[in-house]
Structures are given as C-alpha cells and as structure tokens.
C-alpha cells in the first residue's frame, strides 16, 4: 500500500478512537445515572472498542514498515490478527451483557428509559452513522478500517433501535402496555447482542482461513484464476498447478508450470511479467511466485 495510504488509514484509525472515547464517555456516564443497561452496554462496548482501534492503528504502523531482516516477508499476518482479536473480545462482551439482560428480565425488570436515555439515544444514532459514512471511501482498501466502519454502523443500527424503543416505552406509560416498560431495556440489550454477533463471527472466520492459509473468497480467485489462464494461453503453458492466500493486504500467488526442456530463461520472464502486468490490477499487495520445470514430479 502506498504510503498516503496508510497516512490516511491510521488518520481514519485516529478519528474512530477519539468518537470512541468521547460516545463511550458519554455512554458510560448517562447509563450510570439512568440505570439503562442497554446505554452501559453501548459505552462499555464502545469503550473497548478503543483499545481494540488503538491496536489497529499500531498494526497500521508496523505493517507499513515493510519487511526487515527479521521479517523477511513483512508482518502482513498481524492484520488478520488483530481483527480476530478484535472479534474475540466482542463477542464476549455480547455474550457478557446477554447473559445479565436474561437475569434482568427473570428478576422483573429495569427502570424506564428517562429523557436523558432517549437524548442518548439520538446521539448514540448520529454519531455512528456518521462516522461510518465517512470511513467508507477508506474502507474500500483497508481491512482494519473495514472493520471499524462495520462495527459503527452496527452502533448506529443499535442507536437507532434505542430511539425508537425509548420512545416507545414512554408512550405506553400509563396503558395497559405500562408493565411491559420495564422490559424494554434487557430485551434491547438482548437484541443488541444478537445484532452485534454477526460481525465478531465473521471477524473470527475471516482471522481463521487467512492465519491457516486458507484459499482467499471467490471474488478474488475468479480474476486471478481468469489472469493465469489467459497467460498460459498465450504461451502455450498446458501444465500448471496454481496455489493462492491471501494474509492482511499481501495476495500471494504460486504457480508452477511444467514446460518443454527447450524452454528458455528469456520465454520465463516474458511470462512473469505478463503475470505480473495482469495481478497487479487486482487491489492488493501482489507477491508473486512462478517456477517452471521440466520435471512433471515438481509441478504436482
């Protein structure tokens, strides 16, 4: 990645943890003064959500070093580490908070939602959402700042869910809904964890096949695949074996192709470079392995 690039990723990095601080501050200190578990939850979240983007930034860092003679072929694994990581220790705290809005809701309840719950709210709601409109252009090329943007807009959708149910909550005082106020709260906080758990999964899945060298997603193979063909074509290449991952940013492709004994060194640089020309158009960091032999025995 450039280097602007990384400039304007640990900037975007920057910007998420100090919205951060200040939703989780605010979170914290109204869930605090009005009892609502689900603003605690959002605050707590949010508040090690910090740490999780503070780590992300010094990923950033060391990622954009580049390779050293200690590690030869850079320190790309630490972005799919940090993101599981990350994943881990949200779908804790998911499942921490779910399981003591379960015990609220058998103990009969929370307090209602007050006017500070519902201004909570649309802040909680404002705040995310725009932060997360404005990651996006960043999150295009950066996987770290991807997932901050995914887990703003999950703080959004949540804001928004507060809003509506804060609202409604207070609507119903004094009808014959008015003991169901009391639930609203725990039952938000379980929604919001059944919300939130779908990211932290994914995170951890993601994490998994790239850390085992796993195969990357088929929207990545399809075009590599499609590039080596073409070029094998076009030097008459019959016999190939093609491996690819994809760790962090890094797209590591190996190919080995099995040729005629009177294949020339000078033919095997015309073809790393058409292979070169065609991978680099795909966005990611390209590290590209061709072997030619004449020995079936290796190409296997």
Same mark, same amino acid.
């Given at each position: 990645?450039?280097?602007?690039?990384?400039l304007?990723?640990r900037?975007?990095?920057?910007l998420s943890?100090l919205?951060?601080?200040?939703?989780a501050?605010?979170?914290i200190?109204?869930g605090?003064g009005?009892?609502?578990?689900?603003?605690l939850?959002?605050?707590?979240?949010?508040?090690?959500?910090i740490?999780?983007?503070?780590?992300?930034?010094?990923v950033?860092?060391l990622?954009?070093?580049?390779?050293?003679?200690?590690?030869?072929?850079?320190r790309?694994?630490?972005?799919?580490?940090i993101i599981?990581v990350?994943?881990?220790?949200?779908? &804790?705290? #998911?499942?921490?908070?779910?399981?003591n809005? *379960?015990l609220? !809701?058998?103990h009969?309840?929370s307090? /209602?939602?007050? @006017?500070?719950?519902v201004?909570?709210?649309?802040?909680?709601?404002?705040?995310?959402t725009?932060?997360?409109?404005?990651?996006?252009?960043?999150?295009?090329?950066?996987e770290?700042v991807?997932?901050?943007?995914?887990?703003?807009?999950?703080?959004?959708?949540?804001?928004?869910g507060?809003?509506?149910?804060f609202?409604f909550?207070?609507?119903?005082?004094?009808?014959?809904?008015s003991?169901g106020?009391?639930?609203v709260?725990?039952?938000?906080?379980? &929604?919001? #964890?059944?919300?939130?758990v779908?990211?932290? *999964?994914?995170? !951890?899945?993601?994490?998994?096949i790239? /850390?085992?060298? @796993?195969?990357p997603?088929?929207?990545?193979q399809?075009?590599?695949?499609?590039?080596?063909?073409?070029?094998?074509?076009?030097?008459g290449?019959t016999?190939?074996?093609?491996r690819m991952?994809?760790i962090g940013?890094?797209?590591?492709?190996?190919?080995?192709f099995?040729?005629?004994p009177?294949?020339?060194?000078?033919?095997?640089?015309?073809?790393?470079?058409?292979?070169?020309a065609?991978?680099d158009?795909?966005?990611?960091?390209?590290?590209l392995?061709v072997?030619?032999?004449?020995?079936?025995?290796?190409?296997?």
């Open positions: 990645m450039p280097r602007d690039e990384f304007v990723e900037r975007s990095l920057g943890v919205c951060g601080f200040i939703l501050v605010v979170g200190a109204i605090v009005t009892g609502s578990q689900i603003i939850f959002d605050g707590f979240y949010t508040f090690l959500g740490g999780l983007s503070w780590m992300a930034m010094r950033s860092f990622v954009a070093s580049g390779p050293t003679s200690r590690y030869p072929f850079g790309e694994a630490l972005t799919p580490l599981g990350e994943g881990v220790a949200l779908l &804790a705290t #998911c499942s921490y908070a779910g399981f809005a *379960v609220t !809701i058998v009969g309840g307090r /209602l939602p007050t @006017g500070w719950s201004a909570y709210a649309v802040f909680a709601l404002v705040l995310p725009g932060l997360w409109w404005w990651l996006r252009p960043t999150a295009r090329t950066s770290l991807r997932a901050e943007a995914t887990q703003w807009l999950a703080g959004g959708v949540l804001g928004m507060m809003l509506v149910a609202i909550a207070r609507l119903i005082v004094g009808t014959s809904w003991p106020a009391k639930y709260d725990p039952s938000l906080v379980i &929604a919001a #964890c059944l919300l939130f779908v990211p932290p *999964v994914r995170m !951890i899945r993601t994490t998994f790239e /850390l085992v060298e @796993g195969s997603d088929l929207d990545l399809g075009p590599a695949r499609l590039a080596v063909d073409e070029v094998a074509a076009q030097f290449l016999d190939q074996h093609l991952t994809k940013r890094k797209f590591y492709v190996e190919i080995e099995v040729v005629d009177t294949w020339t060194v000078l033919r095997s640089d015309q073809v790393r470079k058409a292979l070169a065609r991978l158009q795909l966005p990611h960091e390209l590290w392995t072997e030619f032999s004449a020995d079936p025995m290796w190409g296997a």
